[in-house]
DNA sequence: GCAACTAAACTGGTAAACCAATTTTTGAGA
DNA sequence: TCTCAAAAATTGGTTTACCAGTTTAGTTGC
């Protein structure tokens, strides 16, 4: 039995991922396929030792990984994945780290490279309207000496929904605070830099504007050219 | 009040993103900064007239995207991100449709072309044996006439977990359960293109080896390239 | 007047009780 | 024996009550 107490963050997942993995066994035991049922929580819990809403934060994880499928009064259920899929992903699910800030990186300039092309093809005249209004607000905030890192941050968001693809968009507003947070630790983006921003963030706008899909990219790979030396001189 | 009752998950969801507006909201008419500390879990409910767990599961989505931070005991805190880029990502946030098959497809393209080409700069001699057993399982089952999609997915993330950035691996993660269902609503996959795959994957695997980046990259598209015809075919 | 200690109030997290929809069981009627 | 409706049991979701740290206010001693 648990003694109770407030745990540490990382106690907590490593308690979440011990029932995870509990879980898992228990589906591989009772040669569950998809589509067929789960113990209720209640039983999970008991069986398990743990309390309910453990049960309920663990499988929350599963479910977010497409593992598991909750349905009100009726059950949880084995997704349409087989035990095989299944073992190996809560396997990698478990082992997977918290990111550091190259893996950010690395990750941001990827999507971005893609995101602007997916872009330049797909905007409507909305669209454009809205990441011009980005632009000025950035290069107001520049101009008068202020902090933009905001603004900066929103013309590239402005972007990605632009890009008709809802999960490269998901995926930019997951990792784009975590970026700038680590930008504001480590110093990043001076205001020399911002002033040869402003310029690039005109070019992608107006390659964006006429659908130049190569050049739109070409111009965002300059954009981050800075920024991947700066993190490269950090570390 | 809420009436009570069992909702659908989309109206569930929206009263999660009405939520959602009304806290940020109120860290406006705050203005509330960096570092403040949002009312209490309590005062929220009370003030925005739903329960608790509804608040916090706004929080907690909130959270996940980096705008706010709870700690235990203490409090829900403003994230290291001003008011204005808050603004901005919520309505980006809330915008966000569940990704199609198209987008999801044309992301996977993306991620794994580059996984491909980190896979073969970084792995290790122990990621080798991970990819070969990967590869190994999905060839036996496919030589065996049985379906092998798990397995298939398996070596793709075999080879996600060896490109050493912790980002783009989880995203793998978070895509290919989706993908993998609908290939099986969509009934891709047949068997003759199987066997081709068992090839193509020892292509890969030996190229990741041999650390042929780029050789790498270039098999993994084709590999891809049958896949997009057959999901272009279908709609 | 101020530093230091104490206690009361407050906080996010967790366990327990409750709810309504669903599923299963039951039994009456044909 | 079969059908079908009614009721009991089961389910995930929600509300409520409680917990142990944290923070703040108050008080004591100097």
Redesign the pocket.
């Known amino acids: 039995m648990?003694v109770?107490?407030?745990?540490s963050k990382n106690d907590?997942e490593e308690?979440h991922n011990k029932i995870i993995v509990q879980i898992a066994e228990l589906i591989n035991l009772k040669n569950l396929e998809p589509g067929d049922?789960?113990?209720?929580?209640?039983?999970?819990?008991e069986k398990l030792d743990?309390?309910?809403?453990?049960v309920?934060?663990a499988?929350?994880k599963l479910e977010y990984y497409g593992l598991l499928k909750?349905?009100?009064?009726?059950?949880?259920f084995v997704a349409n994945i087989g035990v095989t899929a299944m073992n190996g992903m809560v396997e990698y699910i478990l082992g997977l780290g918290d990111p550091d800030f190259k893996s950010l990186v690395e990750t941001r300039i990827l999507l971005e490279l893609k995101i602007v092309k997916l872009a330049s093809l797909r905007r409507t005249t909305e669209d454009l309207v809205n990441i011009k209004n980005a632009l000025e607000a950035y290069e107001e905030k520049v101009l008068n000496g202020e902090d933009a890192v905001q603004e900066d941050l929103l013309f590239h968001l402005a972007i990605a929904n632009t890009c008709g693809n809802s999960t490269l968009n998901g995926f930019m507003l997951k990792i784009t605070p975590e970026i700038i947070t680590n930008f504001k630790k480590y110093h990043v983006c001076g205001d020399e830099l911002s002033v040869v921003a402003i310029k690039e963030h005109k070019q992608i706008y107006e390659a964006i504007k006429n659908q130049e899909t190569q050049k739109a990219r070409e111009i965002m790979k300059v954009h981050f050219k800075t920024l991947y030396q700066y993190c490269y001189n950090i570390k």
């Open positions: 648990k109770g107490g407030v745990l907590n308690i049922k789960l113990p209720s929580e209640r039983m999970l819990s743990v309390s309910r809403s453990a309920r934060e499988i929350n909750s349905i009100p009064q009726s059950g949880t």
